[in-house]
């Protein structure tokens, strides 16, 4: 199992525009989580989806949308692009409760 | 509200050394901590968790209640333990399962 896997790997936007990451979890794995991670900063947690339902929002304005798709792969939308979104989004798979698996990551880049 | 604290941006050691990363947190309920590690060019990944009680390279961290801290240990610090280092609180927030994080340690280890 290559693991959870992020497409694109790096991007480049103009501000007001909009934008879709995406992410396939590791095989098994039902639940989906997003997270932003600006320059030298944590992770910050913006969603998380489990059996296609969202469970949880973090402190995003409503610019930031998720689904889930019946392959447990997930999305995550922006709209409007601000620089400030400008930032690494990772996504994290798990099977249940806890223990999450990151991928690498989308650099997004606005402009 | 929840917080996650790692004081030291930065921490150099030389090989050999102890180490000690520091992570306090605060949160009202009962706290379940983790370590993830981010070695150069590589994904976040999971270290340790305090439920495992487990020693993962060498590295162990206690949950001290009282302290509220969670400190990442390791007696005789290796040149392959240089990597970003995150302290993680989960949160459990109307049914999601989401981490908060700390701004992250990076260790450099002297040769």
């Known amino acids: 199992d290559a693991g959870v896997t992020q497409s694109p790997t790096h991007l480049i936007k103009t501000r007001g525009q909009q934008v879709t990451l995406r992410c396939s979890p590791i095989?098994?794995?039902?639940?989906v989580s997003w997270y932003q991670q600006v320059l030298g900063q944590g992770p910050q947690f913006i969603f998380q989806y489990y059996e296609k339902e969202e469970r949880g929002r973090g402190n995003f304005p409503d610019r930031f949308s998720a689904r889930q798709f019946p392959n447990y792969s997930s999305e995550l939308n922006v709209n409007a692009l601000l620089l400030g979104d400008s930032a690494l989004y990772l996504c994290?798979?798990?099977?249940?409760?806890?223990?999450?698996?990151f991928g690498p990551g989308t650099r997004l880049t606005v402009t | 509200a929840q917080r996650v604290t790692q004081p030291e941006k930065l921490l150099s050691v030389f090989k050999g050394a102890p180490v000690e990363l520091k992570c306090n947190y605060s949160y009202s309920g009962s706290p379940e901590l983790f370590w993830y590690v981010q070695y150069s060019r590589q994904r976040l990944q999971l270290l340790l968790r305090h439920i495992s009680r487990e020693s993962i390279k060498g590295f162990t961290a206690d949950l001290n209640k009282g302290e509220t801290s969670f400190h990442l240990k390791k007696p005789f610090a290796q040149e392959e333990d240089s990597a970003m280092y995150y302290c993680?609180?989960?949160?459990?927030?109307?049914?999601?399962?989401?981490?908060?994080f700390g701004t992250g340690t990076r260790l450099t280890v002297i040769p």
């Open positions: 994290a798979s798990s099977l249940g409760v806890s223990e999450q698996y």
């Open positions: 993680a609180l989960l949160l459990d927030q109307t049914g999601a399962n989401n981490l908060f």
């Open positions: 095989s098994g794995h039902k639940s």
